[in-house]
C-alpha cells in the first residue's frame, strides 16, 4: 500500500509521529505504525495472563480469609464495602457487575470475578481496601524478596507496580503508541520496563512465566525490530 493511502486510512495526524521518529522515511513508519501494533497485542497477551494469575491468587486469600461469596458479601448491606464513602468507585463496579449478573439469573462467584477491571485488583492494595479486607493479600506473593531499609515491599509497594502495569493496559486499550519516549523518539523502554515488572510479579506469586508464557511471548522480539528502525 502506498503511504498516502496508508496515511489516508489512519489519518496524517496519527502518522505524524511515526513519521517524524522515522526522520521522514514513509516506508519505515508504516513498518513501525504495524510494529507498534504488534507490540500492543504482544504485551496485552502478557497482560491478560498476568490479570488472571493475580485475580486468582487474590481470590485464594480472599476465599480462605472471607468465604466463597466475598466479593458479593462486600458489596451488600452489612459487607466492609457496602457505603463506604472512601471506596464508592469499587463499591459502584463490583456491585453494578452483580446486579448484572442476578438479572440475568447468571451470578455465581467466578462469574462475578470475571466481570472485573483489573483496577479493582488494584485497588485491593489500596490503604484502605487492603486494611478492611483484613491485611492478607500480601500473601497472594508468597515469593516477594523481604523490605529492605532502601525498598519496602509493602501493600503500597504492589499498588504502585500493579498502577504502572494498570496504565499500560489502558494505553494499549486506547490505541495509543507504546514504542515511543516520552520525546517522541523511537524507544520501547516503556513497555520492556512493564514487562520485566510482571515477570517479577509472576515469579513472587510463585509463578513459572517462562513455562507459562510458552509460544506466547514474543514481547522482546518485536522490541529488536522496534529498535533497529531508529535513526
Not at 493475580?54 to 457505603?83: C, E, H, S, Y
Not at 494505553?171 to 495509543?176: G, I, N, S
Not at 515488572?197 to 522482546?220: E, N, P, R, T
Request: with cysteine.
Amino acid at each position: 500500500m502506498k503511504f498516502s493511502e496508508f496515511e489516508h486510512i489512519i489519518s496524517s495526524k496519527r502518522m505524524r509521529k511515526y513519521v517524524t521518529a522515522c526522520s521522514g522515511d514513509t516506508r519505515n513508519a508504516m513498518t513501525l505504525y504495524r510494529l507498534n501494533l504488534r507490540l500492543s497485542q504482544e504485551i496485552f497477551t502478557i497482560i491478560s495472563c498476568f490479570e488472571v494469575a493475580l485475580r486468582n491468587a487474590i481470590d485464594r486469600q480472599m476465599v480462605t480469609r472471607w468465604g466463597t461469596d466475598w466479593l458479593r458479601d462486600f458489596v451488600l448491606p452489612g459487607g466492609i464495602f457496602f457505603k463506604d464513602p472512601r471506596i464508592q468507585t469499587s463499591h459502584k463496579i463490583i456491585y453494578k457487575a452483580y446486579e448484572g449478573l442476578m438479572g440475568k439469573n447468571k451470578y455465581s462467584h467466578h462469574k462475578l470475578l470475571a466481570e472485573m477491571e483489573f483496577g479493582v485488583w488494584k485497588y485491593m492494595y489500596s490503604a484502605i481496601e487492603y486494611k478492611l479486607s483484613g491485611r492478607v493479600l500480601l500473601k497472594a506473593f508468597p515469593n516477594k524478596p523481604k523490605s529492605t531499609p532502601q525498598r519496602n515491599i509493602d501493600h503500597l509497594y504492589i499498588f504502585n507496580e500493579l498502577d504502572y502495569i494498570n496504565n499500560m493496559r489502558n494505553r494499549v486499550a486506547h490505541h495509543e503508541p507504546i514504542c515511543f519516549d516520552a520525546s517522541g523518539n523511537i524507544n520501547t523502554f516503556y513497555v520492556e520496563s512493564r514487562y520485566q515488572k510482571m515477570l517479577d510479579l509472576f515469579a513472587w506469586m510463585g509463578i513459572d512465566s517462562s513455562s507459562l508464557l510458552y509460544g506466547l511471548d514474543h514481547v522482546k522480539a518485536v522490541c529488536v525490530r522496534i529498535n533497529a528502525l531508529k535513526s
